[in-house]
């Protein structure tokens, strides 16, 4: 079986009877890594021939999808990704049609196809399709956005270029060996039926350069007067669900044999020994030929047969050389064949948060939101590249000894953009550490950024007050029952404004909680009004499912009551 997407294509774009083809159309493949991590792509797009440049409108869709979509980060979602893209590039052909009045500027349709690991992305706007041929089916998977008045006119209601904010259609199906995808703008299929389009596919799916040029071919036949574009993707192979070669893959390299100081591994000698846990072997070396100091992080051979395991490992790397921000530690690259499994980071010299934290038990307030800032602007160059921390307390904090704050350990980092990537693995493991991890972890619920400022506010809380912010312990069979204490009870020179930013940013449901880190951070800083005032609102106001919980509560007892009294 096949480690990647392996597909054939096919694609043709004609004037018909125009003078000039207004329809564009790419298909981009990248090789790997890209092609594991971004997947492939095939756009097409039919500019608005009302308009004065429907031609550069569609072209610069095409071809401005598929330049910018490869160049978003990898650890984006494909959905986020694309949609930046296109909502970008809706806002450039409308401020660049306005110089030719309006609607009458650089409109066009556009759908896009995205194809990562086993699943295909869709975004559509306008009235070009997007069909998909299983078993000799055809499924239209897109929907026309076209509005049909009397004489059997139609006009589109939905194109790019036409407003400053555009509404695109987003799916997303599952993909299968043996599936082909068809493109077409309206010139095709207004003139062929979906059931020729379906008999021509069947006829000769091995030959799609054949198939295209049937199709547009019999629509011409068939009295098109519109420019005619066609393509065509089959999927031969996706990457491999099989768990073996999986493994295979993941073990390519054997673990590390255990490392003594003086000795010497891809050029790197090994000083001395810094620590270790069940999961990881971590030593201070020397790079022989920069002469600069480093740490090698090595895996524990307790898991040299975990799958997961290595998996993780690998992942913790990957995350880490695609962040560069000062507060997060700094994931070297390797420029060195490596004979065995390991990763380098770079050597910080200070301690963890959890010391500091010891040798000063009361700090000053003006320390703690200098650590907690510090904090939150590694976490927002997680955020940015759309992962989450999903381990983040005292421990995984250092702090250099110029007072730097750096986030380490990326073991547990949520990546939005590997999480597409189909693996057989069943990854059922409660990550994080008990007390500073988010209450949704233990639900089951959704994981977003929130999950992270959850633990930042627990540490927050911590360093004011040198305690744990509720009355039990954060374990799956306590979340229900756990109740914030409030930090002035710990520490009654904490202002009631700061107690109320901590409580906010702790809430169990994380609707209920900041959305983003600097408005915490701002909190934290300033005193909030509302949330001061919060508590002087009538119960309805403050909690209003809470209220009409409890109105029903009393209104069932009283029904109950008064059935009893009425019977008796």
Known sequence: MSSSIVARTSQLSVAGTKERNEDDCGIEIPTEPLLNTKGLAAVIADGMSGSEAGQQASRACVQGFLLDYFSTPESWAVKS????????????????GQQYGGTKGMVTTLSAMVIKSNTAYLFHIGDTRIYRLRNGELELLTTDHRLKVRGNKAYLTRAMGIELHVDID?????????DIFLLTTDGIHEFLSDQRIRDILNQSPENLEDVTRRIITEAEQNGSDDNLTCQCLAIEKLPSANEKEFYNKLTELPFPPPLEPGMILDGYKILRYLFSNKRTEVYLVQDQQTGNKLVLKAPSVNYDDDPDYINHFLHEEWAGRRINNPHVMKVMGINRPRQCLYYLTEYIEGQSLRQWMNDNPRPKLNQVRDIVEQISKGLRAFHRLEMIHQDLKP????????????????????????????????????????????????????????????????????????????????????????????????????????????????????????????????DLNHPNKELLEKDKLPLIKRNPVGFWRGLAVILLLINLFMLYYFNS
């Not at 296109?86 to 052909?93: C, F, T, Y």
């Not at 350990?409 to 994080?432: H, M, Q, R, V, Y």
């Not at 799956?476 to 930013?501: G, M």
């Open 81 to 96: 990704s694309a949609q930046k893209v296109l909502s970008a590039l809706n806002r450039w052909l409308y401020s660049q």
């Open 170 to 178: 987003y799916r997303k199906v599952l993909v299968e060996i043996g």
């Open 395 to 522: 421990e995984n904090i250092l702090i250099d000894e110029h007072g730097t704050i750096k986030i380490i350990d990326f073991g547990s980092t949520k990546i939005a953009g590997i999480e597409e990537i189909a693996i057989p693995l069943a990854d059922d493991n409660l990550l994080g550490t008990v007390n500073y991890t988010a209450p949704e972890y233990h639900l089951g619920e959704p994981i977003t950024n929130r999950a992270d400022l959850f633990s930042l506010a627990v540490i927050s809380y911590e360093l004011l007050t040198g305690e744990l912010p509720f009355n039990k312990e954060m374990l799956p069979r306590n979340v229900r029952r756990t109740r914030y204490v409030p930090a002035k009870k710990h520490v009654p020179e904490i202002p009631l404004w700061l107690d109320k930013a901590l409580e906010k940013a702790l809430s169990i449901n994380p609707q209920f909680r900041y959305a983003q880190l600097s408005e915490f951070i701002y």
